[in-house]
């Protein structure tokens, strides 16, 4: 890959032969070395290093960006020295590379994809969901959702990881608001091995029935407000009526004055909470 320089000229950057104990691992991978490091270094023996490793000049070495893996089988071969594509990247622009190249090579898991994703928007703070998009060529929903399997409780997490969710099938899942929940249909749908299209309709099933069981709920405590509002007011008009028959004594005068003022707060404020409850009913 190399000329006899052990240098060549990229697109961008430069394709040079260095020395490994010049290069070190990335201080944020984001990838999880789960399969082994023996067999891609069988592989890379039978083979050779069929793509380059990209790193950065840092001071003194070079920081591997996207490759730890693949340096780490050289490595296990005894190789002095590893081709390099060698590029200048700031921290933020280095972590884009990585996600980029893992992507397009389909060595990330999901879970692995939707970390990297969280890091760069949230852990990192490099910029938002749509700025992310556009550097690594992907939509805003595509990170969005991805980030959003991140929430799922840990046993969906895990069904995920090991393959026996679909990760296209979890994402169904984040609409259902309660955890619980979602940890048991994600049991049920590996358990009738459902597919998209069936999983669908099982979380809209879902999601109709708890609608209807919160509109029920909002009509009941709704229904609640009404009666205690007329409780108070009935009460309101009776207290009036007693201070009308009480003109002349102003000790109870005073105070039948200052329960009717408490009758008035008692019922503002229901009537406040009854609005607010149908806003929330609005609202979802």
Not at 21 to 27: E, F, L, M, P, W
Request: charged residues 30%; neutral net charge; aromatic residues 4%.
């Amino acid at each position: 890959m190399s000329n006899s320089l052990g240098l060549l000229s990229s697109s961008r950057g430069l394709i040079q032969d260095i020395n490994i104990s010049q290069v070190r691992y990335s201080a944020t991978p984001i990838r999880v070395q789960k399969e082994s490091i023996a067999e891609l270094a069988d592989s890379i023996r039978e083979n050779g290093l069929l793509q380059p490793i990209l790193v950065r000049p840092k001071d003194g070495y070079f920081e591997i960006v996207a490759g730890n893996r693949r340096c780490k089988a050289c490595e296990i071969l005894k190789w002095r020295k590893i081709t390099c594509h060698v590029v200048e990247l700031d921290d933020k622009a280095a972590f884009e590379c990585s996600i980029i190249e893992n992507i397009q090579r389909e060595t990330l898991s999901v879970i692995e994809e939707a970390e990297a994703f969280k890091r760069y928007v949230t852990d990192f703070g490099w910029g938002g969901v749509s700025e992310l998009a556009k550097g690594i060529g992907k939509s805003p929903s595509y990170i969005t959702k991805k980030i959003k399997l991140l929430d799922m409780p840990s046993d969906v997490i895990s069904s995920i990881i090991d393959s026996s969710l679909n990760s296209s099938v979890a994402e169904e899942l984040c609409s259902v608001k309660d955890p619980t929940k979602q940890s048991e249909l994600a049991a049920l749908i590996n358990k009738r091995h459902l597919s998209l299209r069936k999983t669908r309709e099982l979380v809209n099933q879902y999601k109709d029935e708890e609608g209807g069981i919160e509109s029920r709920d909002v009509e009941r405590r709704r229904r609640a407000f009404d009666k205690m509002i007329v409780i108070l007011r009935v009460a309101l008009n009776n207290t009036g009526q007693v201070i009308s028959d009480n003109d002349d004594d102003w000790v109870v005068r005073e105070m039948l004055m200052h329960h009717k003022n408490v009758l008035h707060e008692q019922i503002d404020i229901l009537i406040r909470e009854k609005v607010k409850l149908g806003h929330h009913a609005l609202g979802n």
